[in-house]
T-cell receptor, first 112, second 116 residues
Framework: NAGVTQTPKFQVLKTGQSMTLQCAQD?????MSWYRQDPGMGLRLIHY???????DQGEVPNGYNVSRSTTEDFPLRLLSAAPSQTSVYFC???????????FGNGTRLTVT | KNQVEQSPQSLIILEGKNCTLQ??????????LRWYKQDTGRGPVSLTI?????NTKSNGRYTATLDADTKQSSLHITASQLSDSASYIC???????????????FGAGTRLAVHP
């Protein structure tokens, strides 16, 4: 099994550009989520989904959109990139709310 | 305010030695406590999950303890290996009263370096 796959691994954007970070899982998990990891801070939840067609905001949702049309895929869209969105982004999935998270290997995004 | 604090921030030990990482939390209502290992450039990987009623859980050379009364947890690594060099993240899950996705509060991690 591939687990959770994120693409791309690295991305450089200019301020104002938009892009989509891809996330796919092959474990048939209902729960999927996006986090950002910044130096010296814990991971922070951006958006999450409890199943296809259902999404909700996390702690830091501003500037990001998500959709969940299938169980497998949970893309994260940056609408108009800002330097404050420079970070490492992780997608995660889990079987249930009390199960461990399975993380992808991240996308390192730099916004100049 | 829900918080998870880890100590130390960083630690250097010699290969073969033991070490203990600390996690203090103020999270309510408590659901479970998790430890993750994150290698450089990779996503975190789950080591243990402990609920309120569990006070010790092991995963190979990793042993986590939980004291729900004092709201403290520790991760003990026995006979360290070079491959243990990583960040260790404590995560506390808070139950949402409305159900659905539990809120996870992440610590900033302890960066462990194991030297030969």
């Amino acid at each position: 099994n591939a687990g959770v796959t994120q693409t791309p691994k690295f991305q450089v954007l200019k301020t104002g550009q938009s892009m989509t970070l891809q996330c796919a899982q092959d474990m048939n998990h209902e729960y999927m989520s996006w986090y950002r990891q910044d130096p010296g801070m814990g991971l922070r939840l951006i958006h999450y989904s409890v199943g296809a067609g259902i999404t909700d905001q996390g702690e830091v949702p501003n500037g990001y959109n998500v959709s969940r049309s299938t169980t497998e895929d949970f893309p994260l869209r940056l609408l108009s990139a800002a330097p404050s969105q420079t970070s490492v982004y992780f997608c995660a999935s889990s079987y249930s709310v009390v199960s461990p998270l399975h993380f992808g290997n991240g996308t390192r995004l730099t916004v100049t | 305010k829900n918080q998870v604090e880890q100590s130390p921030q960083s630690l250097i030990i010699l290969e073969g030695k033991n070490c203990t990482l600390q996690c203090n939390y103020t999270v309510s209502p408590f659901s479970n406590l998790r430890w993750y290992k994150q290698d450089t450039g990779r996503g975190p990987v789950s080591l243990t999950i402990m609920t309120f009623s569990e006070n010790t859980k092991s995963n190979g050379r990793y042993t986590a303890t939980l004291d729900a009364d004092t709201k403290q947890s520790s991760l003990h690594i026995t006979a360290s290996q070079l491959s243990d060099s990583a960040s260790y993240i404590c995560v506390v899950s808070a139950t949402r009263s409305s159900g659905g996705y539990n809120k996870l509060i992440f610590g900033a991690g302890t960066r462990l370096a194991v030297h030969p």
